[in-house]
């Protein structure tokens, strides 16, 4: 059996192709989020990016998880772009927010936090999700994620609240005239995507005092917001995918620590351990 993984973000789309007797190095195509994209955008990307990799592979099983894809309609548009390129497949679309609670518990219970270009948050019983906060998006939600950091850089980068050598460093990087800015922000299909793309100085000066500040304050807003709304964590596992957590993973232990909380696994990446609980569950 040919069994094909997705990890899909807003940016990014992970893939991982295992059979009986192989699996496939990780390869890539455009986030394919149905928020941000059609359905016939989504099936052009598949059949540019995606197709060519798996060649004359029979696929048997398709399990996607994608950002985006917490409400049936969006999981339809998905799905239908998918079975359009390969046919006969069994294709199963989930949320990312799934695809996290299964890297960091398998089929234990946990509460399962999403800190990537987006966040989220959920309680999961070891099968399914049972509770999750309301996704209030980019625009309204958010905290903790790459583009909430990125609005932060951004506000404080034009409201001249940003040390200069942070200033130098994006301007020897970005295009940061406002007009530039604003027409990404208002004007182009993917706004959070290119607002998360700041937040990468969050990593290239994670020692500097003001981003150690911002990434706590961001982390305290997640904490005080997402993982509040569920009233009472005791006796929980808590999980944390994303490359907002794993690449500040040791501010994050800080500010948990400081709230009564304590992780038990954070990961850059949940391909990986998506890949392993289908190879062992998919035949049962």
Request: glycine share 8%.
């Amino acid at each position: 059996m040919n069994i094909l993984v997705a990890d899909s973000g807003s940016t990014k789309t992970e893939w991982i192709l295992i059979g009986d007797t192989l699996e496939s190095e990780p390869f890539y195509s455009e986030g394919l989020n149905p928020y941000f994209k059609t359905e016939s955008q989504i099936h052009e990307v598949i059949e540019r990016e995606v197709q060519p990799k798996i060649e004359e592979i029979n696929i048997d099983k398709i399990f996607f998880y994608g950002a985006g894809c917490s409400s049936e309609s969006n999981c339809d548009i998905v799905k239908k772009s998918i079975a359009d390129t390969f046919g006969s497949s069994d294709v199963y679309i989930q949320s990312d927010l799934l695809a996290a609670a299964i890297a960091c518990f398998g089929r234990s219970p946990g509460v399962a936090c999403i800190l990537g270009t987006g966040s989220n948050a959920c309680i999961y019983n070891g099968e399914r999700i049972v509770d999750q906060i309301p996704s209030l998006g980019f625009t309204l939600g958010d905290e903790g994620s790459g583009g909430y950091f990125g609005k932060k850089i951004l506000r404080s980068y034009f409201y001249n609240q940003m040390p200069d050598d942070l200033k130098t460093a994006l301007n020897q990087k970005f295009d940061m005239k406002l007009d530039s800015i604003l027409e990404q922000v208002y004007h182009r299909s993917t706004p959070n995507r290119f607002v998360a793309s700041f937040a990468y100085v969050l990593a290239e000066y994670s020692d500097h005092p003001f981003i150690h500040q911002i990434v706590e304050e961001g982390f305290s807003d997640f904490i005080n917001h997402q993982l509040a709304y569920f009233k009472d964590l005791s006796g929980m596992k808590l999980g944390f995918v994303g490359s907002i957590a794993a690449i500040h993973h040791t501010i994050l232990r800080e500010v948990l620590q400081r709230k009564g909380l304590q992780p038990d696994v954070i990961i850059q990446k949940p391909i990986k351990r998506l890949t392993r609980f289908h190879l062992r569950y998919s035949n049962n």
